[in-house]
Structure formats: C-alpha cells, structure tokens
C-alpha cells in the first residue's frame, strides 16, 4: 500500500533524493570519497610511483573501456536485473567483428557492423529477461556461453589481426594530452547521467527496479525498460570491445574475459543495489575509480595478477552483504 | 479454445522432454553413426558423464530448494588441485580426504552467506566462483600439477561389470541415495516445500534455515568428490578444470525437468539429463565437431528449456487463476516475491 502511495510522490518530488532515507543510504554516500582518500593514501604510501601524472592517466586509460560497460550495468542493476554477465562475449564479438570485417566493410564500416551485433546480442538478452521474465543471471550466462562459442568459430580459437587506419591511430591516441578512451568514457558517462537520474525515462527505469508490479500498474513499459537496459549494455560492450581491438590492432575470443566482474564490482561499489530501484552513474564513476586505483595498488606492490580478481569477488560479497543488511533493516523499520 | 489446446500440448512436451531429447539423440546418432549404439558406446557416456553428473546432482537439490550454486565449477578446480598437492606431502588417501573438505567447507562458506548473511544465492556463490577461481590460479601459478603418484587413481576409470567404471558406479549410487532421501525421508520431502514456498514452509513449522544451508553444502562436497574423482583419475589438477562446466551442469539439470524456479525435480531425471547431454557430446564428438560448437549446442538448449520453463509456469499460473483469482494474486504480489529473492 506504501508503495502504491509513493509513486505519485515521485513524479513531484525532486529526483535528486533517493526514494528511501534508510540507514544505508548515509552508507553509500560516504562509502565511495571514504574508499578513494584511504586508497590515495595508502597508494602514496606504498609506492613514490602512484600519484604521478602518468601513473594516473594510464590507470584512467586502462580502466575506461570496463567502465563503459559499467555505466551499462549501472541500468541493468537499478532495473532490477542485477547484471549481465555475458559481457566477455560481448566485447569479443564487438572486437572480433571490427577487425574480421575490415577486409570487406572498410576500416569504418567493420567497427560500425561489430557495435551492431553486440547490440543485437544485447537484446537478445533484453528479450530473455525482460520479455520472457528468466533469471538475467542465468540467461545471460547461458548466452555468454553461446556467444564466446561463436566468437571462437570465428576466429578458430586463434588471433585475428587488424590493419592500422586513421580511425584505429585516432582511437589510441591523445587529445588534449589526454587519451580518446577517456574522453569517450566521459563523453558517455555525461549523456547516461542526466538520462537515468533527470528524465522520465530514468524514472520508468528507477520504478521498474524498485517496484515491478507497481510500476506496470502505472503504465510503465516495464518489460520494454529491462529489454532495453540489456540492449544498452549489448552496446556499450560492443563499443569498449571495438576501443580495445582498434587500438591494440588484434583480438581473440578471450578479449573480454574478467570485464563482466570488473564492471560489476564498480557497479556495487559505487553503491548501486543489484537488486534495484536506486542507483546512479555518479556513483558508478565513483565506483570505476575505486576499482581502477585498487588494480593499480595490486600491480604496483607486485602481488600476482590473479589477486585482482580475488580482491574484487570479496569486494562483491562483502558490499552485496552489507546492501542486503541495510535492506532488512529498512523493511523492518 | 484451440490456443489453449495448443499451450496443454506444448505443456506435455515440455513434461516429456527429456525423452524426447534422449530419443531425438539417438536417433540422429543411430543414422549418422554406425558404431553409435553399441556397448562400448554406453561405457564410454556412462563413464565421463560421472564427473559432470556429481556437479549436476550436487545442484539439484539446490534447485529444487529454490536457489542456485553457480561455484560448482570453482570449487572442482579447487578440489582437484588440493588434492594433487597434497598427495606428495601427506599421502594419497589423506589428500584425498582434504579434497573432499575443501569442497565441503566452500559449500559451508556459501551456505553462511546465503542463510546467515542473507545474501541471494546467485551473487553470493557468483562471488565465490570468482573468489576460489582465481585463488585455484594463484595457489598453481595458472599451470596443471602432475600428480606424483599417477597409479593411485588408476582404478577409477578401469571397466567392471561391462559399461560401468567405478567412478560411474559412484555416480550411480549417489543419485539413488539421494533418490531415497528426496522422496522417503521426511527431510527430502520437506525441500520440496521449501521451494514451493518459504513462507508457507516455515509457517508450518520446517525448519527452512536448515534445509538451505544443508543443500549448499552438499552442493560444496558433490563438486569437491567431483573435483577429486576427476583429478585422480587423469593424475593431474588443472586450475581450470571446472571453467566450463558450469552451463553444461545447470543444463543436466534442467533437461532432466528440475526447473529453476523451485519445488520440483528428482535426482534420477537428473540422471537422465546427464546422460541425454553426454550422448549428445559424445554424437558431437564423432562427427568430428569442435569443442566451442558443442558449448554452443548446450548453452542454447539451456535457454531453449529454460525459456520453455517459464512459459509453461506463467500458463500454468493463468489457468489457475480463473479459479482461484485470489491465490494468484498472493502468489505474484511482487513484494513477497522480492522478499523471496532478497531475503532467501
């Protein structure tokens, strides 16, 4: 009854508050600045080489690429669908396509075709979950699964290399002293910002999260704004795919591996719930960075790569716990 | 009149799928193959469906509970590998043991954070599989261990009684004794309950904390004997083992008709879902098809069925609810839903 009452509050209220005023709400706020000083100074600490310019713009270069497919999460996890992890087939296709193309669509038109079909496999997935109402887990691993298989035939479990053009120079280049993949990740973050936390549309995906049946009772498309954040995600990983195989000038099938856990730790670090309803890229960029400096902490004091990837699961369950602690306690309350 | 005649066919197909699947096999098998049903064929699925099937019956109660362990593959690695290297240092049978607790105590890990620290099944043993994953990379170096001792699990894959092994033999009597459990043991038939309904379950008095994480860490210990069992056998512990066998697990599973929803299923489909699948790589197999095409074939039958699944639960759902309009509404109130999925 609370919730049916609440959703005509929404659409007066300003957007900028966050539905609930729960406890954990103050946590998540503060959780990320906290994160990132302690990082920064430990990363000081730890290594004369860390708070360099160039240390930090390769950090920047080096995680922007996982942060777009971040940013695509952020709306799959607010509306409700907790994540997608068929990421890593994702940007492999985008990758693969653009350099396997290139001989009969042109330097241009591969990367273009390579976008395209990691967006249709993104609503594929948009299809499953938000048409055919399956687990988003499980359907998106089971088209990961089929996905990477593809991508594999394609290249017969080898590498396929590119020919350098104008656009793959451009790509993994500069502007401004600072690199292209940054500048297109905050070019997007800057477009997806307003779009989920200041439009209409940000709110459908907001409702649809926070409230399934509630937001269809209103006349949300709710079924269309699921499909669509896969869709969006399909894209975005397509994009970061094409960013990688462009500027490194070759790709194979496991390009993407990892992308999926990375993006999703940024996600629920930055204090998105997997379980939706709130959430918002501001947070996510704060999430990316934290992530980013922690992988850049673990390689610069010379722990074995593989640790990223410990540290990152204990990240996602420890923040999942606490999301799910504050959760009771605001349902208690 | 006629759809809905239609959705009561598409139902039962759905009830009988997995002969149908097995049967379909078979016959693609029979006429493109011509040593396809034969002994040595039978032998041959029985045996390497032994290690696939373990992780499978290991999720099984899983899902009839209701939840899901997606660490089934991790902890196989994790299990394997223990297990390798412990044999120089403290014997075989020893680190056998130590296999099995590995995978004994990662199923106790998932199963605190599932009951104690509510957290939802998915994402919590999504974070495990990432956790033990790369820890099975960090503690070999990303390379396969030797074992030292390569006779010890020599016998594992040596044929007794014409088409069995004893590794598809223990495969055999696990999914009968959790046949027994699941359908005449009073705690067996209380899962069921838990997957149909939580609520309704410890309004009647199950003790459902219990049951989920009992079902967890059984999961644990079925992919840790899966993990030892196969790492004896070919003498080596491979970080990796477990990679990919995830989705051709889930798929065992829900090919035999466990769906993921809950409250239904039974180890011995999962038998049959096992080894319909490992025909099925086996056919694949001879014609000479490449491993990433097979995987191909298994995702896309699990989102095939999964789908399917679905429909027929939503048709289900609908025909009830013209006589029972008020239940369905009970029954779909997504605030209890969400409560289920979050708080389960």
């Known amino acids: 009854m609370s919730d049916m009452l609440m959703a005509p509050q929404e659409t007066t209220a300003s957007t900028k508050e966050p539905r609930y005023s729960t406890p954990g709400t103050w946590f998540t706020r503060l959780a990320v600045p906290i994160a990132l000083v302690t990082i920064i100074v430990i990363g000081a600490i730890a290594s004369p080489k860390f708070l360099t310019q160039g240390n930090l713009l390769n950090v920047l270069n080096a995680n922007s690429t996982m942060g777009l497919v971040a940013l695509g999460i952020t709306f799959v996890a607010v509306s409700g669908a907790m994540t997608d992890l068929s990421v890593p087939a994702l940007v492999a296709l985008g990758a693969l396509i653009s350099l396997g193309l290139q001989p009969t669509l042109g330097p241009v038109g591969a990367p273009i075709a390579g976008l395209a079909v990691a967006t249709v496999g993104g609503s594929i997935n948009g299809l499953l979950v938000g048409y055919f109402r399956i687990n988003p887990i499980i359907a998106t691993l089971g088209t990961g699964f089929v996905l990477l298989g593809v991508s594999q035939i394609m290249t017969g479990g080898g590498i396929l290399y590119g020919q350098p053009s104008s656009l793959s120079n451009f790509v993994g280049g500069t502007m401004l002293g600072i690199p292209v993949f940054v500048w297109m990740f905050v070019v997007v973050a800057l477009i997806l910002w307003p779009l989920l936390s200041r439009t209409a549309y940000g709110r459908w995906v907001r409702a649809t999260g926070g409230n399934y049946e509630a937001a269809r009772a209103s006349g949300v498309p709710v079924r269309f704004v699921k499909a669509l954040s896969f869709t969006l995600t399909g894209f975005l990983s397509g994009l970061c795919g094409v960013l990688i195989a462009l500027s490194n000038g070759q790709a194979r099938p496991i390009v993407g591996a990892g992308y999926d856990f990375l993006a999703l730790t940024a996600v629920v670090i930055g204090g998105t719930s997997l379980f939706g309803g709130n959430g918002s890229i501001v947070r996510t960029v704060g999430g990316v960075l934290v992530t980013a400096l922690i992988g850049n902490l673990i390689i610069l004091t010379g722990l074995p790569t593989q640790s990223r990837n410990l540290v990152t699961g204990i990240i996602v369950v420890a923040a999942v716990a606490v999301d799910a602690y504050f959760r009771r306690k605001a349902t208690r309350a | ?344």
Not at chain 2, 87 to 104: D, E, F, H, R
Not at chain 2, 176 to 201: D, E, K
Request: hydrophobic share 50%.
């Open chain 2, 1 to 344: 009149m006629n759809r809905s005649r239609a959705g009561r066919i598409a139902l039962e197909g759905i009830r009988f799928r997995l002969i149908i699947v097995l049967v379909m096999v078979l016959i693609i098998g029979a006429l493109t193959s011509e040593n396809f049903l034969t002994l040595n064929m039978v032998h041959s699925v029985f045996d390497r469906a032994s290690i696939l099937g373990l992780l499978a019956l290991g999720l099984t109660p899983v899902l009839i509970a209701g939840q899901i362990d997606l660490s089934v593959g991790s902890v196989l690695s994790m299990s394997g590998i223990t297990t390798i290297m412990l044999q120089p240092v403290i014997g075989s049978v020893p680190a056998l043991v130590c296999g099995l607790g590995v995978g004994l105590l990662i199923g106790l890990i998932n199963a605190v954070l599932v009951v104690v620290f509510k957290i939802n099944s998915l994402v919590a043993t999504l974070g495990t599989s990432l956790i033990f994953a790369s820890l099975a990379l960090l503690l070999t170096k990303a390379y396969p261990v030797a074992s030292q001792n390569p006779i010890f699990g020599l016998g594992l894959t040596q044929s007794i009684a014409v088409v069995f092994t004893p590794r598809a033999l223990i495969f055999f009597v696990i999914a009968i004794l959790m046949f027994i459990w699941l359908h005449s043991t009073p705690p067996g038939r209380h899962l069921y309950a838990v997957g149909g309904n939580v609520a309704a379950a410890s309004a009647a008095g199950i003790n459902t904390n219990w049951h989920l994480a009992f079902v967890m860490v059984l999961s644990g210990l079925m992919s840790g004997s899966a993990g030892v069992i196969q790492s004896l056998s070919n003498a080596t512990g491979s970080p990796v083992a477990g990679s990919t066998m995830l989705i051709p697990a889930i798929t065992a599973v829900v090919i035999g008709g466990t769906p993921l929803e809950g409250g239904r299923g039974s180890s011995l489909q999962t038998v049959g879902g096992v080894i319909a699948l490992g025909t099925l790589t086996r056919l694949l197999e001879s014609q000479g098809v490449p491993s990433y095409t097979q995987d191909i074939c298994s995702g896309l039958l699990l989102i095939l069925l999964i789908t399917l699944d679905r429909l027929a639960i939503s048709a289900e759902r609908a025909s009830t609810s013209r006589t029972h309009r008020r239940e369905r509404v009970v029954s779909t109130n997504p605030k209890y839903s969400q409560e289920r999925e979050t708080h389960v």
